[in-house]
């Protein structure tokens, strides 16, 4: 069965980037040396999916910093060719997220990591969420791109762990109830 999982840091009030996409409040945080499980996190998922947001932070990094395939969700990429060094590493659909998963695990994906905040709010929409990690970091934004928007309905969630770290992030993780 397939699953998807979120792994992602938010402001103490909730936004994981400011209204231009900027994280440089996460960036600049002094946690070096410190293990938040992104490493052991990752280990164990097989393919990655995110939304433009997430994909236009990240698509002129080189080195390319990850090396399981990348789904993109966007309507306004789908006929958009790939710049050459992204080419087979990363594939654009405009399915819905239900067609998304049912199209990985056709093709042997297990479990997802699923990134971005109108994704994981779509993911979330569609119960094809199991568990989210989210580390609250401790900032104050005021404004900017919320990680939860409108569901729906409520989500239940079953509350599994939490820990601090030296840098005063606190990190907790969430099990989807049902």
Known sequence: MITGHVFIATSLDGFIARDDGDIGWLLERDSAGEDHGYDAFIKDIDVIV???GC???IRHMTPWPYGLPVVVMSKSLKDQPLPEALRGKVSVTDQSPAEVMSGLAARGHR????????IIQSFLRAGLIADMVI???PV???????LFGALGADVALV?????SFASGLVQSRYRIAG
């Open 50 to 52: 995110m939304g433009r």
């Open 55 to 57: 994909f236009d932070g």
């Open 111 to 118: 479990r997802v990591y699923v990134d971005g905040g109108q």
């Open 135 to 137: 580390t609250q970091v």
């Open 140 to 146: 104050l934004l005021g404004q900017g791109r919320a």
């Open 159 to 163: 509350h599994e762990q939490s820990r």
